[in-house]
């Protein structure tokens, strides 16, 4: 099932609040606890610093949530951020938000911006980041009430691609306020032209009452006192009309739901106007407005008691030009002390939509898999729960430094940089960084030198290693940075962004070793892609398992799979599926495949598969039919270092994959390896699942 929805609109007016209580009516009816979230609110635009849409669903379903967990950021907060160029931060602290509710209802309904900045693109582009970050199925909401039917079809497909981009999946599109003439060829164009993707879609004609502001709003928005017709506020009112000119000329012009605007002192048009409302030959009006600083004078004060069951009549202290362009500028919403407007919504929006379709579209959507954005901000978000200290050998590299920066800033966990601290101190300075929070060791400088030589001596002197030679390998900063490891001094350590992998992993073969029960080091990449996260082992260690290396290896990266949320299904992959092949390299697959189903019996595991048939369901369908990990595989386990290596970098590259890894498995401290190609949000992204090993190795998760 799944557990949220994002509505986005794609331009300013389009029926936001409409459509998030024709979604949520349904949602609540099926559902025991149903969440409302907006990532981004608008405060500034509503009376009082309170969110409109934000009142409506909290007020009239009785979310029983504090206002201030329904949502992150002000706008003028996400622009800020945006501006510093703190993308990260805001989605970061969008997501803590989120997962909060999340974790304690069935379904969060998230809605978007309102469009009701200067930069419609700028609102756009965060709707799309946000809803991808969240891993949101979505549902798009297009305006139709100013545009032709090519305007509504290229604005729905431009929105569709920029969604589908990003790896989001589009569950529906809704088009509302539709022109009655123009509703079913907008549908027909939509379903043509979008070639029946997403399926569902549906066109809401213009409904002019909920355009409408109520007498309430009025008395709002004006800051108005109330003189007769209390329980009439939720009256609509249609266009206003001043009126100034004399009675036989003004009553002609009434209508019905007209808003009377006339200064107090116009005894005859206030007369007139209740004498029009009380006649059957003239039209209902919805209420008046009287301007001036003047009060009521008695006169006017006797006529108007006992009147209370008539018209709405309110008094402002502007004068009549000022009250007209303050109600030309009130923003209309559905508000909960507007019942006639909710009720006519929710029949508006259930007459011209599928509700059974779309519910069990929403409902029946499985995310089977972790947004990449969702896994890496949980990884600095856990990272951050126990706090480890991480030691970076590579302190004088530019992108170590960077990437130590933002996870300093982000408070995930504490840094030791090795090397020499003069040219270290002189490259932070030049980048203009800021690394006050970070350990620098000089290694031949450090008080800790001589002990380490001293140990590294007696760990390896049954190997012929001399005093000298000891002296000199632990200058070298991956084996001293290995020694703080294993003295724990630091938690764990992370190298290779200058190093080869043969040099960042030998010192923790050497002295750290693996741990009881493995007999072999080994590595996974976690691959990120737009809209899922697998992992792949071995593509860094191990050239040529045999059959019992190769089954401790789908074990372990089960395990790690598990510690970073990705539910382990593990394909053991050859070059062919099921019983279809022969052959020495099928045999050692099949023969690992037993051996783990033997020594882990509640894995679920697949193998011997090829890897179309453990990535998709069609393929499995043909080939595998009964098995329960083909097409939904996550965790692959390649028969050989050559296949795996060349299959991660080839995914990497042609799929725009974030590659983190190779994280490494089976060893007694937690030490990986960079790429050398690596980049900054790599390095921080290694990092944190150093620091989350080391919490599981010590038993903090």
Not at 391 to 401: A, H, S, W
Not at 678 to 694: E, G, H, R, S, W
């Amino acid at each position: 099932m799944s557990k949220n929805l994002y509505i986005t609109a794609l331009e300013p007016k389009s029926g936001l609040s409409l459509i998030a209580l024709g979604v949520m009516e349904f949602l609540v009816r099926n559902l025991v606890k149903v969440a409302f979230f907006r990532p981004i609110v608008n405060v500034r635009r509503y009376k009082d610093g309170v969110d409109e849409i934000l009142h409506l669903i909290k007020a009239h379903y009785n979310l029983d949530i504090p206002c201030d967990q329904l949502y992150a950021y002000t706008f003028e907060e996400a622009r800020s951020l945006v501006s510093d160029k703190k993308n990260d931060r805001l989605l970061e602290g969008i997501l803590d938000k989120y997962k909060a509710l999340e974790n304690e209802y069935d379904f969060v309904l998230c809605l978007g911006t309102d469009y009701e900045s200067e930069s419609a693109a700028f609102e756009f582009d965060l709707n799309v980041e946000i809803a991808n970050t969240l891993g949101c199925p979505v549902l798009l909401l297009a305006n139709a009430h100013e545009g032709s039917v090519e305007g509504v079809v290229k604005s729905c497909r431009f929105a569709m691609e920029a969604f589908e981009d990003k790896g989001c999946n589009i569950l529906s599109i809704i088009v509302n306020r539709a022109p009655a003439q123009l509703q079913q060829r907008i549908l027909q164009s939509l379903k043509e032209q979008l070639q029946g993707k997403p399926e569902l879609i549906y066109v809401i004609p213009y409904e002019e009452m909920l355009d409408r502001p109520t007498m309430g709003e009025i008395v709002k928005a004006l800051d108005a006192k109330v003189i007769c017709g209390r329980e009439q506020l939720n009256r609509t009112v249609s266009r206003f009309v001043i009126a100034a000119m004399n009675l036989r000329n003004y009553l002609p012009r009434l209508a019905n739901d007209n808003l009377i605007i006339t200064p107090i002192d116009r005894l005859d048009i206030i007369l007139g106007t209740l004498a029009a409302y009380r006649s059957s030959n003239l039209p209902n009006i919805g209420g008046i407005v009287l301007t001036s600083y003047m009060q009521p004078d008695d006169l006017l004060r006797s006529l108007l008691q006992g009147m209370e069951d008539l018209v709405p009549i309110i008094k402002v202290e502007e004068d009549t030009f000022t009250t007209a362009t303050k109600i030309k500028a009130i923003h209309h919403c559905i508000t909960p002390e507007a019942p006639l407007k909710i009720a006519a919504g929710l029949g508006l929006f259930e007459s011209h939509v599928d509700t059974t379709e779309l519910r069990n579209k929403i409902i029946g959507y499985s995310l089977l898999f972790t947004s990449p954005k969702m896994f890496e901000f949980s990884l600095i978000k856990r990272a951050r729960e126990h706090k480890q200290t991480i030691v970076l050998p590579e302190g004088e590299e530019e992108r170590i430094l960077r990437a130590a920066e933002i996870l300093l800033a982000r408070d995930a966990v504490k840094i030791v940089l090795l090397g020499r601290k003069q040219v270290i101190k002189k490259k932070i300075l030049t980048l203009g960084l800021n690394l006050a929070g970070a350990a620098i060791i000089e290694p031949t400088e450090s008080k800790m030198f001589e002990d380490y030589v001293a140990t590294y001596f007696e760990l390896r002197k049954h190997k012929g290693i001399t005093p000298d030679n000891a002296r000199d390998v632990m200058s070298g900063v991956n084996h001293f940075g290995t020694m703080m490891v294993y003295k724990n001094h630091a938690d764990g350590m992370v190298s290779g962004s200058v190093h080869s992998t043969l040099n960042t992993v030998r010192p923790s073969l050497e002295f750290v070793k693996t741990k009881p029960g493995s007999t072999i080091m080994s590595s996974i990449f976690l691959m990120c892609l737009e809209d899922r996260v697998l992992a792949y082992g071995d593509c860094a260690v191990n050239p040529r398992p045999t059959s019992e290396q190769l089954a401790e290896i789908a074990i372990e990266s089960s395990k790690t799979a598990s510690l970073f949320g990705i539910k382990p299904m593990v394909a053991m992959l050859s070059y062919s599926s099921g019983t279809s092949g022969i052959g020495e390299e099928v045999e050692k697959v099949k023969k690992a495949t037993e051996i783990v189903k033997r020594l882990a019996p509640e894995l679920l595991i697949e193998g011997p598969i090829q890897y179309d048939a453990a990535v998709d369901a069609t393929v499995a369908k043909a080939k595998m039919p009964n098995s329960k990990v083909a097409g939904k595989a996550t965790v692959f386990i390649f028969p050989d270092l050559n296949t795996g290596n060349n299959t991660y970098k080839a995914v990497q590259r042609s799929a725009k994959a974030v590659a983190i890894g190779p994280i490494m498995q089976g060893l007694n401290k937690p030490v990986n390896d960079l790429s050398r190609g690596c980049l900054v949000p790599d390095i921080v992204n290694t990092v944190a699942i150093t620091a989350i090993q080391a919490q599981a190795q010590k038993g903090l998760i």
